[in-house]
């Protein structure tokens, strides 16, 4: 564990929600830290978020940060409810020393969880919604009684724009999501249970095609598609796609390849096809 000087006397840090106090009487010297109620998260985890330095006067500003970044840690876990508290106490060391060290209390309270997942529409209905929910279900990494970790939950998100662009589908993206408290399952341990809600945007089905391409074949064209599909098209994807075309031929050495659109729209359906 990390050893620090703090430099202040009856120095008390409490940080549960956003309120934080400080308070500092006089200059002194921490030789250690020590970690005090963690057991969701490793000692590793923790220590990577400490700023205090050891051997060094400790810092005020590091020490509210290392409160805060702890807190945030937490609750990238799924522990939203942590509360984190430092203090200055007075140990006497093995060699019969008196020495100061800087305690970091954690409550960390009890973790949120997925008790349930629901996939929701955002703007105008689609007619094949519920088979696209129930395939977006089959491909979730996250599932019923995982924590609500937010690195899980972002890939999640990601794994629904790419499901959805992979069926044609350009914008698509989750525009929200949201929590409802929800009933404990049977025979799960006690947290905070939660159903998790992703409020999905599809954005226009597009599709494509091409005429009068004799260099290079349909599938290299639509291999390039693909391959901007999984970047992720900007709002003018067209005109991206066109300036990808043109620079795949002039690199082959058709210098003087022209390109042009055409687009057909159905508005009441959001479907588009796009012709190069």
Same mark, same amino acid.
């Given at each position: 564990?990390? @050893?620090?000087?703090? *430099?202040?006397?009856?120095?008390?840090?409490?940080?549960?929600? @956003?309120?934080?106090? =400080?308070?500092?009487?006089?200059?002194?010297?921490? #030789?250690? %830290?020590?970690?005090? /109620?963690? &057991?969701?998260?490793?000692?590793?985890?923790?220590?990577?978020?400490?700023?205090?330095?050891?051997?060094?006067?400790?810092?005020?500003?590091?020490? =509210?940060?290392?409160? #805060?970044?702890?807190?945030?840690?937490?609750?990238?876990?799924?522990?939203?409810?942590?509360?984190? !508290?430092?203090?200055?106490?007075?140990?006497?060391?093995?060699?019969? &020393?008196?020495? $100061?060290?800087? &305690?970091?209390?954690?409550?960390?309270? #009890?973790?949120?969880?997925? +008790?349930?997942? $629901?996939?929701?529409?955002?703007?105008?209905?689609?007619?094949?919604?519920?088979?696209?929910?129930?395939?977006?279900?089959?491909?979730?990494?996250?599932?019923?009684?995982?924590?609500?970790?937010?690195?899980?939950?972002?890939?999640?998100?990601?794994? %629904?724009?790419?499901?959805?662009? @992979?069926?044609?589908?350009?914008?698509?993206? =989750?525009?929200?999501?949201?929590?409802?408290?929800?009933?404990?399952?049977?025979?799960?341990?006690? +947290?905070?249970?939660?159903?998790?809600?992703?409020?999905?945007?599809?954005?226009?089905?597009?599709?494509?095609?091409? &005429? /009068?391409?004799?260099?290079?074949?349909?599938?290299?064209? $639509?291999?390039?598609?693909?391959?901007? !599909? =999984?970047?992720?098209?900007?709002?003018?994807?067209?005109?991206?796609?066109?300036?990808?075309? *043109? *620079?795949?031929?002039? $690199?082959? /050495?058709?210098?003087?390849?022209?390109?042009?659109?055409?687009?057909?729209?159905?508005? #009441?359906?959001?479907?588009?096809?796009?012709?190069?």
């Amino acid at each position: 564990m990390k @050893s620090i000087h703090p *430099l202040f006397i009856g120095l008390g840090l409490v940080l549960a929600g @956003s309120s934080i106090e =400080v308070k500092a009487e006089s200059r002194l010297i921490v #030789q250690e %830290i020590e970690l005090v /109620g963690v &057991q969701a998260l490793s000692p590793e985890d923790i220590e990577a978020s400490i700023e205090v330095v050891t051997g060094a006067e400790l810092d005020r500003a590091r020490l =509210v940060r290392t409160a #805060q970044n702890i807190k945030d840690l937490y609750f990238a876990r799924g522990y939203d409810k942590a509360a984190i !508290r430092t203090e200055l106490v007075r140990k006497k060391s093995s060699s019969g &020393q008196i020495e $100061n060290v800087v &305690q970091i209390q954690v409550s960390e309270g #009890q973790p949120s969880r997925i +008790a349930s997942l $629901n996939f929701q529409l955002a703007g105008p209905e689609e007619e094949d919604w519920e088979d696209l929910r129930e395939e977006i279900s089959k491909r979730q990494t996250l599932k019923v009684g995982d924590l609500l970790d937010q690195e899980k939950l972002q890939l999640a998100r990601r794994a %629904i724009q790419d499901e959805l662009a @992979s069926r044609e589908f350009v914008g698509a993206r =989750v525009v929200e999501t949201k929590l409802a408290a929800a009933p404990m399952p049977a025979g799960s341990e006690p +947290a905070s249970w939660n159903e998790l809600i992703f409020v999905v945007e599809l954005g226009d089905r597009v599709t494509f095609g091409f &005429q /009068g391409n004799e260099a290079f074949s349909k599938g290299e064209i $639509n291999a390039w598609i693909d391959e901007m !599909r =999984v970047v992720g098209f900007s709002t003018d994807y067209v005109s991206s796609i066109r300036e990808r075309i *043109l *620079l795949e031929y002039r $690199n082959s /050495g058709y210098g003087n390849v022209e390109v042009e659109t055409l687009t057909f729209e159905k508005q #009441q359906r959001r479907e588009r096809h796009v012709s190069f």
